[in-house]
């Protein structure tokens, strides 16, 4: 795989990857006007919950469902409009997201606290939010990627988590993909997002707690157990040589998978050449059935949950979420009383019903 670096024209940055060992000429310019990238994110410290809260007002004015032939993340064709890729071709690109969340360039001077709450602490929304075009394709998917583009993808996402785990402030790299209007997915074309936090987001944090409270009261290796009951148990959907693909026995969403590496690591940069090929492989067969369960595609979230950057390394264990809201054809799970009030989800359906559904997708 190889890189090459440039800057879009309110400074921010493209990266361009392609297969091989010889990066093709990247020369185009940004010829847009536009004025640079003003982030004033900040983050709330929830006293109640523990939990950090990004404030993001200045997100409001992000481009909503543009019609296809403005599309920001197609490339710029010598007839039509700029867009966010200069260039006019590519294989995946990745650049910083013009309405990011977070960023490297907050504005720094934030109050210690938030007006009238002395335990709401106040910290600027430092981090990063970059954007993934997996092709400049505008119809496809990554269900029909191909083995070789999605190898590139999975080789993109390690180099990132790889460099945005580097930048100090750091402490996350989410690497996710929203897919699906049904879900609020604003823009169509293929792509993911990843997300460089400056603290340990909540769902991780808990694992590590359950993962200390597993050994504390049996010795156990908590990962090491799920992941090897799973792999013989009645939920497999999927598996090759490295990965293996299940319905998790307590799932919460109509249709949910979870993916593992066999052999234990922290995240992905930690992956072989041979198991980065052989996730690219299950990753299409996985999203295929996804794709094909029903008569038009499921909206899905693909959400990889890396170990911190700082600690639990040792603890952790590389591992994907995928998930559909999708309950039926045209009905979606909305998250009511139980699961928004008090975060107690309830399932209509019986995880060993969904792997034997999901199993039979042809
Ligand atoms: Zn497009």
């Given at each position: 795989m190889v890189r090459t670096s440039r800057r879009l024209a309110d400074g921010r940055e493209i990266l361009y990857f392609a297969a091989g060992t010889q990066a093709p000429q990247r020369t185009a310019v940004d010829p847009r006007e536009l004025p640079a990238v003003s982030t004033r994110s900040q983050l709330r410290w929830d006293p109640l919950l523990g939990e950090w809260v990004a404030l993001a007002?200045?997100?409001?004015?992000r481009t909503f469902l543009p019609p296809a032939d403005r599309c920001p993340l197609c490339p710029t064709r010598p007839d039509g409009p700029p867009t966010e890729?200069?260039?006019?071709?590519?294989?995946v690109a990745v650049f910083e997201n013009r309405?990011?969340?977070?960023?490297?360039?907050?504005?720094?001077?934030?109050?210690?606290?938030a007006p009238g709450a002395p335990l709401t602490q106040l910290r600027p929304g430092f981090g990063r939010c970059e954007v993934v075009v997996?092709?400049?394709?505008?119809?496809?998917?990554f269900a029909t990627l191909g083995p070789e583009r999605a190898r590139l993808v999975v080789d993109v996402w390690a180099d990132r988590t790889a460099e945005l785990s580097a930048v100090?402030?750091?402490?996350q790299v989410h690497v996710f993909e929203n897919s699906g209007e049904?879900?609020?997915?604003?823009?169509?074309?293929p792509h993911g997002q990843i997300y460089a936090y400056p603290f340990v987001t909540p769902r991780v944090e808990k694992v590590l707690a359950s993962v200390e409270r597993h050994r504390r009261a049996t010795g156990g290796d908590l990962f090491a157990d799920v992941v090897a009951a799973e792999r013989s148990g009645?939920?497999?959907?999927a598996a090759n040589e490295h990965w293996t693909a299940f319905v998790p026995a307590?799932?919460?969403?109509p249709y949910e998978l979870q993916l593992f590496p066999h052999r234990r690591v922290p995240?992905?940069?930690?992956?072989t050449g041979e198991e980065r090929d052989a996730l690219a492989g299950i990753s299409l067969d996985v999203l295929g059935r996804f794709a094909r369960r029903f008569d038009t595609p499921m909206p899905y979230i693909s959400s990889w949950n890396q170990a911190p950057v700082g600690r639990g390394r040792e603890d952790w264990w590389l591992h994907l979420q995928l998930f559909s809201?999708?309950?039926?054809?045209?009905k979606l799970k909305y998250l009511a009383g139980?699961?928004?009030?008090?975060?107690a989800f309830i399932s209509d359906t019986t995880p060993e019903d969904v792997a034997e559904q999901l199993r039979s997708v042809r």
């Open positions: 007002s200045h997100r409001q004015s890729i200069p260039e006019a071709g590519f294989e309405f990011p969340a977070l960023a490297t360039a907050v504005e720094f001077d934030v109050p210690p606290s997996f092709t400049s394709e505008h119809d496809r998917s100090e402030g750091v402490e049904e879900i609020g997915v604003t823009l169509s074309h009645p939920r497999v959907v307590a799932a919460r969403w995240d992905l940069p930690a992956l809201l999708r309950r039926a054809p045209g139980s699961e928004s009030g008090m975060g």
